[in-house]
């Protein structure tokens, strides 16, 4: 069974492919963001709407590698039964540089077809890769952005 798997080239150093996956999460993923993915050991709270991960960062080779483990979820779906199916998952992402591009290789590990939330889940993942290359090339990204709360 494959796992959800996705390569972006960018004509972008390896440095700022880097950061938008350290420092620059809210940008294109989503701003509902609480925490740290700089460092390993570092951990975040993720959230778009009523679904939340948790993710802790197993691995962070400065312009290399990145490993996020999925370590708490909830998946606001109703057609799923088992709304934590990514606890346990990792989502790996491997930079190499070929010449002036980085290729920004994406592997959700555990994330295949055995999982109710698949479906959902590649279209999710889909999009927000999208809005990292988009967020990398012109600096603009389309996260989901969290409801503003007016007092």
């Known amino acids: 069974m494959n796992d959800y798997q996705k390569t972006i080239t960018v004509n972008k150093p390896a440095t700022e492919v880097y950061a938008a996956l350290t420092e620059g999460i809210a940008n294109w993923w989503s701003n509902d963001l609480i925490g740290a993915a700089a460092n390993a050991g570092d951990s975040f709270n993720?959230?778009?709407?009523?679904?939340?991960?948790?993710?802790?960062?197993?691995?962070?080779?400065?312009g290399e590698r990145v490993v996020w483990e999925c370590v708490k979820a909830y998946i606001n779906n109703a057609t799923l039964e088992n709304k934590s199916e990514w606890v346990g998952t990792k989502i790996i992402w491997t930079l190499t540089v070929d010449g002036k591009n980085t290729v920004?290789?994406?592997?959700?590990?555990?994330?295949?077809?055995?999982?109710?939330c698949y479906d959902l889940c590649e279209a999710g993942w889909d999009t927000f890769l999208s809005s990292l290359e988009n967020y990398l090339i012109t600096g603009k990204g389309s996260p989901y952005l969290k409801p503003e709360v007016h007092v």
């Open 104 to 116: 920004l290789h994406f592997l959700h590990e555990g994330l295949n077809e055995h999982l109710q």
């Open 46 to 62: 993720i959230a778009f709407g009523k679904t939340k991960k948790t993710f802790s960062i197993v691995e962070a080779v400065p």
